[in-house]
Nanobody, 121 residues
Framework: QVQLAESGGGLVQAGGSLRLSCAAS????????MAWYRQAPGKQRELVAS???????NYADSVKGRFTISRDNVKNTVYLQMNSLSAEDTAVYYC???????????????WGQGTQVTVSS
């Protein structure tokens, strides 16, 4: 059993910053790629940023230069530092992790419950 617990969402004014955290717990043999997705009302869920074990990152064009994804492999935690927020960033943000639960199992993707980020203009 694996759980992803997100925190750090909330209400912020345009131009402000927030830091999201997502901690993975449970039966974890290997924690591979981790990522943040978001889903705004009436829109499809989209990839915001991802990071692999070696630290290589990938960002959506809309957040490049404003958001930074990082991970702590000891704490099994991924972070998303969000700066210069705008109303367009308002969405539910979901943590995603590719986790292998034992040496004999294949990796599979797990999702957090989501955390609301609201940016007021």
């Amino acid at each position: 059993q694996v759980q992803l617990a997100e925190s750090g969402g909330g209400l912020v004014q345009a131009g402000g910053s927030l830091r999201l955290s997502c901690a993975a717990s449970g039966s974890i043999f290997r924690l591979n790629a981790m990522a943040w997705y978001r889903q705004a009302p009436g829109k499809q869920r989209e990839l915001v940023a991802s990071i692999i074990i070696g630290g290589i990152t990938n960002y959506a064009d809309s957040v490049k230069g404003r958001f930074t994804i990082s991970r702590d492999n000891v704490k099994n935690t991924v972070y998303l530092q969000m700066n210069s927020l705008s109303a367009e960033d308002t969405a539910v943000y979901y943590c995603n992790a590719n986790i292998q639960t034992s040496i004999i199992d294949q990796s599979r993707r797990y999702w957090g419950q989501g955390t609301q980020v609201t940016v007021s203009s």
